[in-house]
């Protein structure tokens, strides 16, 4: 008998734009949410788009309520699920920068109602993917979640956000190239699904955001276009794979095994950039093309070395040594990088 099936759960509005903040109502009633919204923010963005939000809805009628947190931990989740169920919310929106989003998609999972994203800064793909993680004293828990009903992304909002968010952005979509290579690697070595249209969705999104790293500019609203336009693409690859598998490799282990040694490092998308031009490295050796992967990086002004994250070199070997361990995912770095092999790919790659 065909067993084969395959279920995809896909954002269904997805409005980006200058201004598009002002169509919350219209992309939310298209969906047929019902009930009252409760917003879900912390304090920046709570500012720059959450109250506008907010405002929307009370000019509508809709009685919306809203919650502004403070840090991502699951005592926020659960905060936002306490929240919802005293006021009896019918959906959720998530405003912020990707904290608030990971938590409203975790809190509408567990109490089974719709969410939409509206970031207010193009900083990871955790914004349109259905997928969700906070911080567990020195761990980090992903889980699976509901992708977002309706995506909002305000391109004037997303360009006054720090700069350094917008490309930390970029290379969390740049570190795709690697992420499919592993997701390859692992069909290869240990059977592990593997979804071609996924895979060259995934790829051909980095290629287009660095093909277009000319008009990735500081000051420039265009890039935020540019860049949450990809965002968006790379969560669809997600979806479609029902894994993060498409934008997550060995280059991710790295970056989540280097919060845990240092809790206050770099931002998400520069530990992984940095961590993908040394994967890219132990793929395809000296001559390969890990040199692309750090030009296109440095491109977009993006962080290329130790140094440049504000993270010591030991910490580096160390992250890269024991990244296999973080979850059970296979990629290239296998069952684990010697110290002389690390230290090896990360001086030749220039990164330490
Ligand atoms: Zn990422």
């Known amino acids: 008998m065909f067993e084969k099936r395959t279920w995809i759960r896909l954002p269904r509005n997805v409005v980006v734009g200058h201004g598009v903040l002002g169509q919350t109502i219209e992309a939310v009633s298209e969906l047929h949410l019902t009930g009252r919204p409760l917003v879900v923010s912390s304090p920046t963005p709570h500012d720059v788009a959450g109250k506008r939000v907010v405002e929307q809805f009370e000019d509508e009628g809709y009685d919306p309520s809203e919650i502004v947190i403070d840090e991502a931990s699951f ?56 997928r969700g993680s906070v911080p567990e004293g020195d761990t980090r828990h992903s889980v699976a979640a509901e992708p977002p009903l ?37 069909h290869r070595l240990k059977n592990v699904h593997y979804s071609e249209y996924a895979g060259a969705l995934s790829q051909m999104t980095a290629e287009m955001l660095v093909e277009s790293a000319d008009s990735i500019k500081q000051g420039l609203e265009e890039s935020s276009w540019i860049v949450v336009k990809a965002l968006v693409s790379s969560g669809v690859a997600m979806s479609i794979a029902d894994s993060s598998r498409p934008a997550s490799g060995a280059e991710h282990l790295f970056s989540h095994q280097l919060d845990r040694l240092v809790p206050d490092g770099a931002l998400h998308g520069h530990q992984v950039g940095v961590g993908s031009i040394m994967t890219e490295y132990l793929h395809s050796g000296q001559k390969g093309k890990w040199k ?19 993270i010591d070199d030991e910490t580096v070997i160390e992250a890269l040594t024991t990244a296999h361990q973080i979850r059970d995912r296979y990629t290239v770095l296998g069952d684990g990088m010697s110290e002389e092999a690390a230290i090896e790919a990360a001086t030749v790659t220039g990164v330490i």
Not at 88 to 117: C, N, R
Not at 151 to 179: F, H, K, M, Q
Not at 292 to 310: M, N, Q, S, V
């Open 292 to 310: 692309d992967a750090r030009d296109a990086l440095a491109a977009i002004g993006a962080p290329t070395t130790a140094d440049e994250l504000g």
């Open 75 to 130: 005592d926020a989740v659960q905060q936002v699920i306490d929240h919802a169920s005293e006021i009896d919310a019918g959906f959720l929106l998530g405003v912020g920068g990707g904290k608030a989003i990971d938590i409203t998609k975790m809190a509408a999972d567990d109490l089974g109602l719709g969410f939409v994203s509206v970031p207010t800064a193009a900083s990871h793909d955790g914004i349109v993917s259905g």
């Open 150 to 186: 309706a995506v909002i992304a305000d391109t004037e909002v997303l360009a006054e956000a720090p700069w350094r968010l917008t490309t930390a952005g970029c290379a969390d979509i740049i570190s795709n190239y690697t992420a499919v290579r592993d997701w390859q690697l692992a």
